[in-house]
């Protein structure tokens, strides 16, 4: 079975450009989770989908969101980048809606880069 | 904000020594899980722990849950180079939803 995808793997901006992010869960999985991983922050969470409904969002400005499709594939758009959005943004797939007994499977990410 | 921290923040040790990580968290939880992370890479789910357990083996790793002290611990035993990597333990709360809230991760180098 293929795992998450994430395209691209790598992406360079400049600040007040826009970039949208792609996630390929695992096939059958129907949540994706999104995080954001920097040196001075770490990990952290920035939304999650299941069947096409946000459930959940992190402490991030309106300039991030996201949306699932009805085939489960998400994407996240970041407007109007700033130096600090700079980061991994990592996809997260599992199957049910309940993690807890649900394991999150991780994709590779993408590297963003804000010039 | 983080919901663990992670102790210690960063770990030297030679092959074949074994390895102990902490992490502790804030809030009730529902189960906490463990990832690694090889530099700048993705996270690979490790083991999962459920809040009414308190120890589980998988392989080389050990986990242990205390959650009247709302921590937890990482063992690996029996280290390899290959194991170099960053560990992070990530909190799952309580109601339908996927979010975790990971530690600050402990960086593990493993000398051959």
């Known amino acids: 079975k293929a795992g998450v995808t994430q395209t691209p793997r790598y992406l360079i901006k400049t600040r007040g450009q826009q970039v949208t992010l792609s996630c390929s869960p695992i096939?059958?999985?129907?949540?994706v989770s999104w995080y954001q991983q920097t040196p001075g922050q770490g990990l952290q969470f920035l939304f999650e989908y299941f069947s096409e409904t946000q459930r959940n969002k992190g402490n991030f400005p309106g300039r991030f969101s996201g949306r699932q499709f009805s085939n489960s594939r998400s994407e996240m758009n970041v407007s109007t980048l700033e130096l600090g959005d700079s980061a991994l943004y990592l996809c997260?797939?599992?199957?049910?809606?309940?993690?807890?007994?649900?394991?999150?499977?991780f994709g590779p990410g993408t590297r963003l880069t804000v010039l | 904000s983080q919901q663990g921290e992670e102790d210690p923040q960063a770990l030297s040790i030679q092959e074949g020594e074994n390895a102990t990580m902490n992490c502790s968290y804030k809030?009730?939880?529902?189960?906490l899980q463990w990832y690694r992370q090889n530099s700048g890479r993705g996270l690979v789910h490790l083991i999962l722990i459920r809040s009414n357990e308190r120890e589980k083996h998988s392989g080389r790793l050990r986990v242990t849950l205390d959650t009247s002290k709302k921590s937890s611990s990482l063992l690996i035993t029996a280290s390899r180079a290959a194991d170099t990597a960053s560990y992070f333990c990530?909190?799952?709360?309580?109601?339908?939803?996927?979010?975790?809230?990971f530690g600050t991760g402990t960086l593990l180098a493993v000398q051959p």
């Open positions: 990530a909190a799952l709360g309580g109601g339908a939803t996927n979010k975790l809230i």
């Open positions: 809030t009730s939880i529902n189960n």
């Open positions: 096939s059958g999985h129907r949540s």
């Open positions: 997260a797939s599992s199957w049910g809606d309940k993690a807890s007994t649900d394991t999150q499977y």
